[in-house]
């Protein structure tokens, strides 16, 4: 484009010249030199467009399409998974724009709903659910080519009319907590945050925000993953969608084969309060009271690679000093520290053909074996230094190592069938290990917690951004081989297996923009 421009001048300039020999040279040569100018202008605002086509993601709200883009342009290549028109969150807008996201499924059960209840696991029971786990609203508004906010409201199970309370002054109600129910589910403010953009290679984030650990936090709506449940390795041991208070530096550093984004993370601190044997640390991110403990943050770090067209690989890092600082009675735990180190991995690529991820994870508490032994505080919810009768830890105590890894592959069979509007029908498999009882130091694990799955199914995109799921998992335990138990509790009883058919639909989107 460097070499056009003066060429296209020269030639106008020519021709001008021309003109000028048999009419009024001046008007002529000027009209001339304008609309000659006019197209060069349009041929290069055309190629700047090519050039900062997105890569399709799928990503909705203040989420990703502010966290890669801000207010630069940034380049990728295109990559077309079998539609005319790809959906594309990236896309442009001058001042606000509006949109979300949103789930539902209905499935087959053939087991109870308490794994834990006896020692063969889950009673035998058919049964059917249905389920609305979440509806989301996102909005993005530019106060100028500087700032933006972005901002996510989550209404999960339909939402919620519940109350939560804690009084810690004088009188009756001293530390006492109180939750009255009056329906399910939550709303929560999922992201609040306003980001000053101010070079392509750095950009600062204020606010409520995602934390970038693991593969379905950074890709969290549906359409990113296959089945209509989210992956449950991951938000199992880890929250998700997890999202914190505090500061954020993010930026794209390189170009082509040597492209890479990072980001860089302050925020809120996960609570000792919440660990679980159950789940590791998966319920101990802070929120249900008006304010935050920020007594010990954590700090997160992000990693993407982007240099090769149609694929990503990511790894995240987080740690944090001390849960216990963050307790609702941090004196509780003033005789030990309780860090937390999580490490993950993950990668995706896709092109019209096939679609594959995969992902590890492994998580560390440090000194439950000490906080296990130390006596405690007997008869408060927030007690966390009990031990159940069975002499296993109680389901307040985390174990001291998580595991968690999956894959998935999908082929676009679509991709092979002449037609004049492309199809996209992917048929599905995907297996995943969990274990939030991975490592202990009290040798109380329990094999009821150690899940094998296969998923397989089908996903047709009846629109690039409106899909349409069936799925059957079946869940294996003791073991890490899905087609068979090894885990034995009592008198060489085996777990029972637990299987799920499920369909479902699922969307996202923006519904307007200016």
Not at 102 to 126: K, L, Q, T
Not at 280 to 291: L, N, R, T
Not at 364 to 370: I, L
């Amino acid at each position: 484009m460097k070499f056009l421009k003066p060429c296209l001048l020269a030639l106008c300039v020519l021709m001008t010249q021309f003109y000028a020999k048999s009419q009024s040279a001046d008007v002529v040569s000027r009209a001339a030199y304008d609309s000659l100018l006019k197209r060069i202008e349009a041929v290069e605002a055309a190629q700047r467009d090519y050039a900062n086509s997105d890569d399709v993601d799928g990503n909705t709200g203040a989420t990703r399409g502010a966290q890669e883009k801000g207010g630069y342009k940034k380049k990728k290549s295109k990559v077309v998974l079998g539609f005319n028109k790809e959906y594309n969150d990236n896309e442009e807008f001058t001042k606000f724009r509006v949109g979300g996201y949103g789930e539902m499924w209905a499935s087959y059960m053939d087991y109870g709903p308490n794994r834990f209840n006896a020692p063969y696991g889950s009673y035998r029971e058919e049964k059917g659910r249905i389920a609305i786990p979440r509806f989301v609203l996102a909005g993005d508004y530019k106060f100028n080519r500087w700032f933006q906010m972005g901002a996510e409201i989550e209404f999960e199970s339909g939402g919620t009319g519940s109350t939560f309370e804690y009084e810690i002054g004088t009188g009756s109600e001293n530390g006492e907590a109180e939750l009255e129910i009056e329906k399910g589910g939550e709303v929560a403010l999922e992201q609040f945050h306003i980001t000053a953009t101010i070079f392509k290679e750095l950009n600062v984030r204020a606010g409520h925000i995602i934390v970038p650990v693991g593969l379905t936090n950074s890709h969290h709506e549906p359409i990113n993953f296959f089945g209509t449940r989210r992956p449950e390795g991951e938000t199992k041991i880890i929250p998700s969608t997890w999202h914190e208070t505090g500061l954020e530096l993010f930026g794209s550093l390189g170009k082509g084969w040597y492209n890479f984004d990072y980001q860089l993370q302050v925020v809120t601190g996960l609570t000792a309060d919440e660990f679980d044997r159950y789940n590791f640390v998966g319920g101990a991110s802070q929120g249900i009271f008006e304010e935050d403990n920020f007594s010990c943050p954590a700090y997160v770090a992000r990693v993407n690679y982007n240099g090769v067209p149609g694929l990503r690989v990511g790894g995240s890092w987080y740690y944090l000093r001390d849960a216990g600082k963050n307790a609702i009675k941090p004196y509780k735990y003033n005789s030990l520290s309780l860090p937390v180190r999580l490490y993950s991995a993950d990668a995706e690529y896709k092109n019209k053909y096939v679609v594959a991820r995969g992902n590890f994870l492994y998580g560390n508490v440090g000194n439950v074996d000490k906080l296990a032994k130390t006596a405690g505080f007997t008869g408060s919810k927030y007690t966390p230094i009990i031990t159940s009768p069975s002499g296993m830890l109680s389901g307040t105590i985390p174990y001291h190592e998580a595991v968690s890894y999956a894959a998935e592959v999908g082929i676009n069979i679509g991709a092979f069938i002449p037609s004049k509007k492309p199809i996209k029908i992917l048929p599905f498999a995907r297996y995943e290990y969990y274990n939030p009882q991975w490592k202990d130091d009290v040798k109380t694990s329990d094999p009821r917690t150690e899940v094998a799955m296969w998923t397989v199914g089908v996903n047709w995109f009846a629109l690039p951004n409106l899909v349409v799921k069936l799925d059957w998992t079946t869940r294996h335990f003791g073991t890490d081989n899905p087609f068979k138990n090894n885990g034995y509790v009592v008198n060489g009883t085996k777990i029972n297996t637990e299987n799920d058919l499920s369909i479902g639909i699922a969307y996202v989107g923006w519904f307007a923009k200016k």
